[in-house]
């Protein structure tokens, strides 16, 4: 049986994904107030954006750009996990050419139909999107050479096994580039437990050292966990309270509490 922090995270992600699939082209960005965790323009350069649908760019979720740091090359075989309305994969694309591929694989059936409208919009031939949980990827051993994520494996209730799951499917010496927020600070369980804080991507995050101590139990070498944005007050103000997307859900007394306590972070490993 689906538990109780999946069901409530698909259920917020598929909502968000017909907000975008509704919204008229070019009254979804930040200036109608639906804007993103972090608007595109803010974590993305112009360059990898350029030729992507406006629609994968109002659905744009992430934290940070894993892009950074993955340092894809022509012809690799890429895994984005949560690939939500496709952003980083179609992005990928442009940098693995006709000669590799990505891989996107999300849970949220609204989410990937949004990303495979967005794969049409931009013509790309090079990408497919895929219906699973990360928990369970419905690849095979050995067949990736690089693995993505954006903002996801916060998300979910068994971390373990999702980064089990990602040794499994990278070949040998193959790279992790995941952009995640993790916890800088402690924060009260009653801050941190409710649904909405999880479904936004802070309730269910852990610190650098957990996340080392998971990615090493697994299996994976040269890890390194590099906080990139803090998540002060005023940016948990400017990116959830004011956010049409995520409006009420972080509550107002919550912030001093929350101050500081979070950052997007870059993560890298290898198999
Ligand atoms: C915060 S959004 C990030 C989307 C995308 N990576 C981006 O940067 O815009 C999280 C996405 O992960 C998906 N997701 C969350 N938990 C998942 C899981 N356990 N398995 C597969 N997909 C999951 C959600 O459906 C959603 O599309």
Known sequence: MESEVRTKVKKFYGSIAKKVGASKSGCCGSSCGCGSISEASLIYDGENLQGLPEEALQASL????????AKLREGETVLDLGSGGGINVLMAAKHVGSSGKVYGLDMTDEMLQLANQNKQKMGVTNVEFLKGYIEDIPLPDNSIEVIMSNCVINLSDD???????AFRVLKSGGRLAIADIITMKDIPQRVRSTAEMWSSCLGGTIKASE??????KVGFQDIEIEPVHIYTRSVIEETFLKNRLFAGMIKKSYLDALDGAFAGAYIKAHK
Do not use: Q
Request: with cysteine; aromatic share 10%; net charge negative.
């Open 159 to 165: 971390k373990e096994k999702a980064l089990s799951e």
């Open 62 to 69: 992430g934290c940070a750009n894993p892009l950074m740091f």
């Open 211 to 216: 996340y080392k101590e998971i990615l090493e």
